[in-house]
């Protein structure tokens, strides 16, 4: 493990210039497992490393106060300072004016009584609040209007509540289960594999219709995917990520027949 950390703390030291500084971002660290914690602890210790930035997200509501991530913290914070940026949920009135521009409103009220069943739904958080959106887009109780040219909807705020999913994995579920069944497949096998999902390899998973498909022929549903919002990919490359976490975990329940035997297979 020794020779592993001085490897890794010369390696990063080696393309950490002045000319080219690295930043290293890394996303869901609550998950981080403590050989992973040690390396970048390593890292974050040098002060030889004068053109490294480390970047670290994590929900601090997964995180118990002993967890072993916040003692990670503490000892960095012996060695130098740590800047700590806590992003929130947004609040009420802020959840109110994202809606008002993405419905496409005037400030009448009607507006924030919509704002307000989300908001109980949702505590604020955006990605919850904006699969609530498209949710109510696709049971058809949120239209858009040519006549006033924006979105409307017909029931009260108490008849909205009723029928929104009662979590954001429930929503996602409806989600998936609206697309093609190929494609629901080809999500539920990618949800059992990783985060990262190289094509060639999920090709060799994906069996429809007594036959194995092909690389290029899952490369038009997984840009449906991305289309729809459910995957991420860079332009010509041909791994893809879930766009979110509770999409990847949406995508591991069966919500179809079709998709519960994919996740038998």
Known sequence: ??????????????????????????????????VSLDLILTLLTDLDLRYFMFIGAYRSD???????????????TTVQPIA????????????????????KREDDGKVMKLTEVIYKKTSGNIFHSMQVLEELKRK?????????????????????????SENVVEAVMGKISSTHPDLQRVLILAAYTRSAIDVDTLSQLTFINDRWISSDELLPMLGKAVAEGLLSNNVGSKIYTFAHDR???????????????????
Request: net charge negative; charged share 30%.
């Open 1 to 34: 493990m020794n020779k592993l950390k001085y490897i890794f703390q010369t390696f990063v030291g080696a393309i950490s210039t002045a000319e080219r500084p690295v930043i290293m971002f890394l996303d869901d660290l609550q998950w981080c497992d403590s």
């Open 62 to 76: 997964e995180v118990e106060p002993d967890d072993e991530l916040l003692r990670c913290f503490e000892v960095v």
């Open 84 to 103: 700590r940026i806590e992003m929130t949920n947004l609040s009420k009135d802020k959840l109110n004016l994202l809606l008002l521009h993405a419905l």
């Open 140 to 164: 058809k109780l949120l239209t858009f209007s040519r006549r006033t040219s924006q979105w409307e909807w017909d029931l009260d705020d108490k008849a909205l509540e009723k029928l929104l």
């Open 247 to 265: 999409i990847q975990e949406a995508g591991e329940y069966p919500v179809s027949a079709c998709a519960r035997r994919a996740s038998i297979f």
